[in-house]
């Protein structure tokens, strides 16, 4: 998208703010404040904030990437009717 706006509208940008249906987590990374002060209006978006995050790809509300610790600390608790 960004890439179809001319670059005298984008470099009049000074926020940028996304919505969607889906809740998701993003995780930014330790350098995310520093990368979001020294953003450059002649890069795309991607560009600018490739190093912003730590992950790549954000789990989404429905994300089961930790079933299997979520499953042993239900066991060590007593199971799932304690």
């Not at 350098?31 to 020294?38: G, I, Q, V």
């Not at 795309?44 to 990437?65: G, H, T, Y």
């Given at each position: 998208?960004?890439s179809?706006?001319e670059?005298?509208?984008?470099?009049?940008?000074?926020?940028?703010?996304?919505?969607?249906q889906?809740?998701?987590?993003?995780?930014?990374?330790?350098?995310?404040?520093?990368?979001?002060?020294?953003?450059?209006?002649?890069?795309?978006?991607?560009?600018?904030?490739?190093?912003?995050?730590?992950l790549?790809?954000?789990?989404?509300?429905?994300?089961?990437?930790?079933?299997?610790q979520?499953?042993?600390?239900?066991?060590?608790?007593?199971?799932?009717?304690?």
């Amino acid at each position: 998208l960004f890439s179809r706006i001319e670059k005298e509208l984008l470099q009049r940008v000074v926020a940028v703010s996304a919505s969607a249906q889906q809740h998701g987590s993003v995780y930014w990374g330790q350098s995310a404040e520093a990368t979001l002060k020294m953003l450059d209006s002649t890069k795309s978006l991607k560009k600018n904030l490739e190093n912003a995050f730590v992950l790549q790809e954000c789990p989404i509300w429905a994300d089961s990437s930790t079933d299997k610790q979520c499953r042993r600390l239900e066991e060590q608790l007593g199971g799932a009717e304690a």
